[in-house]
């Protein structure tokens, strides 16, 4: 009996099955050989990390949660003023490792335009890292500083930015 053949019979790796990575796009952000800023959102919170491709895989270079964001005084979940304060943090620490310039990896994250996602990248690049992105994607400033959160929520994330980028926690 001959061997099954054709488009129909090829397995794609497990974690393309399970929708989890884009080996096309993955391919072509490690073929720029800068440090990516892998941005993730779980229903509650969200990850940033600075990770390096090494031979023996991957290396996380510096790393920040919106959960951490409670040290700074303000409520780290997953909104827009928590991405952006999670990418500043994350860019900060980057920063004091001698990470100069990124790429934006958002894995499986479309990327629609003023998403949490950005307000992540944008937080890294006030942090002090290069990164080429798309000015139109970002979200508004309004909505970064938590205007639409109300005044109180406002104050508390002026006094969290000043705290991150004054390294205090």
């Known amino acids: 009996m001959a061997k099954a053949t054709g488009p129909l019979y090829s397995v794609h790796f497990r974690r393309r099955r399970e929708g989890k990575t884009d080996y096309g796009r993955r391919l072509a952000l490690l073929k720029s050989r800068l440090p990516r800023l892998v941005?993730?959102?779980t229903n509650r919170y969200l990850i940033a990390q600075i990770v390096a491709w090494g031979e023996k895989g991957d290396t996380t270079l510096a790393s920040a949660t919106s959960k951490a964001l409670e040290a700074f005084g303000f409520a780290g979940k997953a909104n827009t003023p928590s991405a952006y304060l999670t990418g500043l943090l994350c860019g900060t620490k980057a920063k004091a490792k001698g990470v100069g310039e990124i790429v934006f990896d958002a894995g499986m994250h479309a990327p629609t335009k003023g998403s949490v996602v950005?307000?992540?990248l944008k937080g890294a690049v006030d942090a002090g890292l290069k990164a080429s992105f798309?000015?139109?994607?970002?979200?508004?400033?309004?909505?970064?500083?938590?205007?639409?959160?109300g005044a109180e929520m406002e104050q508390k994330f002026a006094l969290a930015k000043q705290k991150i980028l004054a390294g205090k926690s």
Do not use: I, Q, T
């Not at 798309?134 to 959160?149: F, N, T, V, Y």
């Open 39 to 41: 941005v993730r959102k």
């Open 118 to 120: 950005f307000a992540v």
């Open 134 to 149: 798309g000015e139109e994607k970002m979200p508004s400033d309004a909505r970064m500083s938590g205007k639409h959160l």
